[in-house]
Every structure is written in C-alpha cells, then in structure tokens.
C-alpha cells in the first residue's frame, strides 16, 4: 500500500496520477500508449494543445495535464470531467462553483493563469498560508486526503480548460469514455 506521503510526493514532482504506470508503481516501465494518435486528433478548443495523449490523459509539451474540448466546448475529455466531479465534491464549499472564488476563497479560474502542475500539486499537498493586515487566507493540506491526491491531475486539468476560457460554466454536456487505465489507477490508489 502506498503512504499518503509517498503519494503527495509523486504528485509533487508533477507525475500524472491516472496513469496505469502511477499505479503500477513508480519503478514500474510506462506502458506504451494505448492510444496512438496523429496530431489532428489532438487539435483542442482553447489556447493550450495537448502535445500527446496517453490511456485518455492529455498533456502539453511540457508533460502537464491538460483538457482535450470538442464540439463548440460540448464534449470533453474524461480527465476534464472527472475534475468537474472531483472538483465540486471537494473544492467547490471554499473556491465557489466553477472555480470562481467565493468571499474567503481566491478564484482558482484566475489563479491557475500561468500557473503549472507541479506548483498547483504543492499547493495542494501541502496547503498554503497568506496572512497580511487585512486578511487571514488559508489553504489547508490536502496530501493525505485521497479525494483529492487520487484525482489530483483530473483537477488541474479541470481548472485549466476554465482558466483559459476554453470551457464554460456548468456540467460538461458530454464526456469521453472512462479508459481501463483510469479505472486501474482509481482502484489501486483508493486502496
């Protein structure tokens, strides 16, 4: 069984957790894609373009998760709508619907502007302190919490398709379909 810790840590670095090799282990051999895809089939809705696509989880060409949108912003990637569920089952009672901030929560559509993988997962593993004369805000540490590491990269790429105005508010209408992969990496990270 893998330790919350040693799990904050592999989010850390900036893996990509619903990989099949995540959940193999990190000494595992990544598996050769299950989907081999001409560039064409990356084209995306929205200013940042999937590099490659690995088991149904986009990233860019610096390995950081990221959205694949079709259909005028109608369908998306199943990691996108994953994060949308994960999303408003553990970050929506502080940051707000959509990721727009609420009155004691910073708007994450504005904060992951420029923002990469791997400082979004130190954030969140390990939570953040900002306290000026005026203001007390506090996020708190996420990395034992496997709500929210086992889907971590699933959030990212959520909260990036809405920060760069690539997808609208509210539920995606139609998704991709759940891959084995996510479903191994799921099972074997809730363990």
């Known amino acids: 069984m893998r330790s919350a810790i040693g799990v904050a840590a592999l989010f850390a670095v900036g893996l990509l ?25 990356l084209k995306s809705e929205g200013p940042t373009q999937p590099a490659k ?3 149904g989880q986009y990233s860019d060409k610096n390995g950081d998760p990221t959205y694949h949108i079709a259909d005028g912003g109608k369908k998306v990637d199943w990691y996108t709508m ?4 994960r999303y408003n089952a ?3 009672v502080c940051h707000g619907p959509d990721g727009m901030g609420s009155t004691y929560a ?4 504005d904060a992951l502007k ?12 390990g939570g953040k302190k ?3 004369a005026s203001q007390e805000l506090v996020m708190p540490a996420f990395g034992e919490n496997r709500n929210v590491m086992c889907y971590m990269p699933d959030i990212y790429t959520y909260l990036r398709a809405r920060s760069d ?19 191994k990496a799921e099972d074997a990270c809730m363990k």
């Open 130 to 132: 900002d306290v000026n």
């Open 165 to 183: 105005g690539a997808l609208g508010r509210n539920r995606p209408p139609e998704h991709e379909p759940k891959p084995a992969a996510f479903e």
């Open 82 to 85: 994953s994060g949308y569920l």
């Open 114 to 125: 420029g923002m990469d993988y791997a400082h979004f997962a130190g954030i969140v593993v």
């Open 53 to 55: 696509v690995q088991d």
């Open 17 to 41: 957790g619903g990989g099949a090799a995540w959940a193999a282990g990190a000494d595992a051999p990544a598996p050769a894609s299950s989907q081999a895809s001409a560039s064409t089939d």
């Open 90 to 92: 553990n970050c929506i």
């Open 106 to 109: 910073p708007s994450l559509v």
